[in-house]
Each structure stands twice: as C-alpha cells, then as structure tokens.
Nanobody, 124 residues
C-alpha cells in the first residue's frame, strides 16, 4: 500500500503558474502509475494527467494539453504537476492517485490509492 500527500495548491491569477507535488511513502513508488485528478464544485471528478511507472508514457485531458506537464522522480518518490497559463476554469481541488496498471493509465476507475486534495483557485 502507498500513502500519498499532495501539496502546492494556492491562489493565482489567470495566466499564472503553480506546481503541485505529491509525495509517496510505503510500498515502492516505482510500482505505481500516477495520476492527477481534479474536482470542481458541482462537477464530477476528472483525470487531468497521468504518467506510467517509468515516466515513459503520459496522458493529458484535452482541456489541459499544452498547459500542464506531469512528471515524476522515482528517486524522490514524488510526482509533479506543472500548471502553466492557468484559467479560472482550472479552479478545483486537485488530488493525486496511484494505480498498479502500467498501461491503462487514462482509466480513472483503476486508481486505488488517493491523497488528500489541494485547492487550486485561479482568479480572473
């Protein structure tokens, strides 16, 4: 089992940037593919970015392509989400999550382990 702790959220103006981090502890971090999800008030949770165990494969939701970058450092047991050109519609609670799957990283319901959320608020 892996434990996840997300950090890095905050308040930023539209067009600004934030970097989220998710630190993992417990079972070997490199055994998991990782994803970042978000949930805005009144909306369903959505997968915005994912990365496989080695970092060789990534997935992005269309709404964030070209603006967000997911990366991981297996030596530091950490996954990151660099968010650039933020928009008010990116406002949400962001969650990191882990799955054993190394292939179906874009399938949200395969993620079994979750961190607590971190709030991202983008003002216009």
């Amino acid at each position: 089992q892996v434990q996840l702790v997300a950090s890095g959220g905050g308040l930023v103006q539209a067009g600004g940037s934030l970097r989220l981090s998710c630190a993992a502890s417990g079972r070997a971090f490199s055994s998991y593919s990782m994803g970042w999800f978000r949930q805005a008030p009144g909306k369903e949770r959505e997968l915005v970015a994912a990365i496989n165990r080695s970092g060789s494969n990534t997935y992005y939701a269309d709404s964030v392509k070209g603006r967000f970058t997911i990366s991981r450092d297996n030596a530091k047991n950490t996954v990151y989400l660099q968010m650039n050109d933020l928009k008010p519609e990116d406002t949400a609670v962001y969650y990191c999550a882990a799955t054993y799957s190394d292939y179906d990283i874009m399938v949200g319901n395969l993620y079994s382990y979750w961190g607590q959320g971190t709030q991202v608020t983008v003002s216009s």
